[in-house]
């Protein structure tokens, strides 16, 4: 486990049956301006405006980009 996960920022698409809660309830499979950490494999997500982490299985994962290596 990584005491100090390495958040960076970016995009997120899961494949076809899988979704994370955005800030209304919703279910989404897509999103954008995102941070997130890997931890061995799974990738840890923050929603915009979402309080808490939700946590991805890597095989859930479509399409993961990253646009800047560090969250200040």
Do not use: K
Request: glycine share 10%.
């Amino acid at each position: 486990m990584n005491v100090n996960p390495n958040w960076r920022t970016g995009s997120i698409e899961l494949i076809a049956g899988y979704t994370l809660t955005d800030a209304d309830g919703g279910r989404i499979d897509r999103a954008d301006d995102i941070h997130f950490a890997i931890e061995g494999g799974f990738i840890n997500v923050q929603l915009p405006d979402v309080p808490h982490i939700q946590i991805v299985s890597a095989p859930a994962l479509r399409l993961l980009t990253c646009t800047a290596t560090t969250v200040g």
